[in-house]
């Protein structure tokens, strides 16, 4: 039975796609699933923004093939571990938890380099390609923390 892990932030289009493709490249895909979603609906069905997928493709990653899709509560029940991206998302996601299962399922994913800070991956959307850039490390360290960690 594969461990199913869920990324999230608000479209799904940025931070998450690349925190999913990330992740992808450090797990066995025999024993991991790894997916992403958004909170908002906005873009749903849609390829990641062309910055993250040219940003993963500058590091090696090929994320063009991801597609958008909105969380919904029934995730709760198909997902083992679900990271989300800021503080905003993780209030959304957990208003739709169903009970205390659910609860313990959902975490910041930086949480995986800063314990208990609640820090925020920051929302590149209206920045430069630098600041994908910038996001892209930051999910490069904290996604290596968490392969580490689901892996021993």
């Known amino acids: 039975m594969k461990t199913r892990i869920l990324m999230v932030c608000l479209g799904n289009i940025c931070r998450s796609p690349l925190a999913e493709g990330l992740l992808k490249s450090k797990l066995d895909a025999d024993k991991f699933e790894v997916d992403s979603a958004g909170t908002g609906h906005w873009h749903v069905g849609s390829l990641p923004d062309s910055r993250s997928i040219a940003v993963a ?16 509560p ?5 997902y083992d571990h679900i990271f989300v991206m800021d503080n905003y998302n993780y209030e959304d996601v957990i208003e739709q938890v169903r009970n205390d299962g659910d609860k313990e399922k959902v975490s910041l994913i930086l949480d995986e380099i800063f ?3 609640r820090v925020d991956v920051p929302d ?3 920045d ?13 360290e904290a996604t290596t923390k968490l392969a580490e960690r689901l892996t021993k």
């Open 128 to 140: 430069s390609l630098r600041g994908f850039d910038k996001v892209y490390e930051m999910l490069d």
């Open 74 to 78: 029934a995730f709760f029940g198909h």
């Open 115 to 117: 314990p208990g800070e």
């Open 57 to 72: 493709q500058k590091n090696g990653l090929d994320i063009s093939d991801q597609r958008g899709m909105q969380f919904k």
């Open 124 to 126: 590149p959307y209206n």
